[in-house]
């Protein structure tokens, strides 16, 4: 099962595509002008040091790279049982809990200085949320 944090992500996959179409239209283009450059002792004069094919896998391999980078940014999560996330608040350093710290999902756990009503973190530590 995969889920993605961020699906709306993939909507960047639409104008990649209008992007594509038009990168592959001006390769075509420019494929046909050096077709039409002259006699092919012209052209192997001309174009001897440049190897095609290196170009071609070269702007395939840059368009694979851009799909990946936009699959990544829709930040897939694999497996087969995925859990809702909790927020880990850390009580305080100075009470002598030796790093125990509160699972914040709903209910408070482990924290007598901490009050419901308030629902804020333990005195002395200072929240960054």
Known sequence: MVRYTHPEMFYLFIPLTLVLIWYAYQGRKLRMGLEALGTSSVKKFLLNRVKHSNIRL?????ILGIIFILLASGGPQIGLKLKALSRIIPINPRSGSSGEAIIDTGNV?????????????????????
């Open 58 to 62: 070269r702007s395939r391999l840059i």
């Open 109 to 129: 756990i482990s924290c007598p200085s901490l009050s419901i009503v308030t629902s804020t973190v333990c005195p002395g530590f200072r929240s960054t949320f």
